[in-house]
């Protein structure tokens, strides 16, 4: 399959002035530079508005920024969500410590499927904004793949198919593969404590395969490796055919880009048109990240 790179990439022709965007693959993402996250003016934040719905996954190197001002950042795009499986931190109920410590081994660390946030919900979270504080020297990457690109690089006979679809979001399989009961019946990810409404994230949510961005317009396919289970309407067999392709398709790698953390990078994406996978290759090495999820809608 040949990938040609969509363009209109420079500051320019996006119309920026407050903020300098370098776009770190073809597909998707980009360094935005030249702004404190602490301190944005509203041209700035309605620049960085508009490169995250462009380049789906924005990153900010050496950012300096409190949870007091992570919380506030994160009011600028809207309501928080809530988290389906971790209470907050103290004193900051929005922020949730995903930490993983050097002596720690686990067989997951969480988020580590290709996974849309939280599409189990009835109004998944629309966009997550994760600071990295200490990140190992190596190993310890997120990957995000483009689903908007993965949509139309589709054929028009497969969208006919698909366009009339709602696929069955649950949490079955994560929470299985995942989440680790203790002896004192304690439910953990490493050292991160789940507290989860476990029967409503199970039962999920169907929504549609296919769903239109509402401040774009532009369609993605809503699907992923660790929550899509099902098709509305077609048995197992039938829907782990269309499933199981879309899967594949979903997480090709001309579709993707790679960061490797550094101390005090701060990412932000839109689950609307992204799927991201978290990697399990740093033991030996602490990764203290602190992430707000923004309230999102019903998908249409
Ligand atoms: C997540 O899946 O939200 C966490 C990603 C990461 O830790 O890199």
Redesign the pocket.
Known sequence: MQFYPPGQYDDKTLGFTGIHAVPLASAMGAEIRGVDLARLSEQQFDEIKRALFRFKMIYFRNQTISPAEQETLTLRFGNFGVDAYTRGMEGYQNIQR?IKEATTVVPR????TW?T?SPFLPRPPSI?L?Y?LEVPPYG???WWSNTELAYEFLSEGMKKLLAPLRVHMSGREVIRNTVVSTEQGRKKVGEIEITMDQKHIVEGNFHPLVRTHPETGKKSLYVDQAYSLGIHGLDDEEAAAILGYLKRHVTRELFTCRLH?ENRTF?MWDNRSVI????NDYDGYR?E?F?TIVEGEVPV
């Open positions: 995903l660390v969480f988020g580590e996974h946030d997550s994760l990295g310890g990457d997120t953390w990412v991201h996978y978290a990697f990764r990240m992430r």
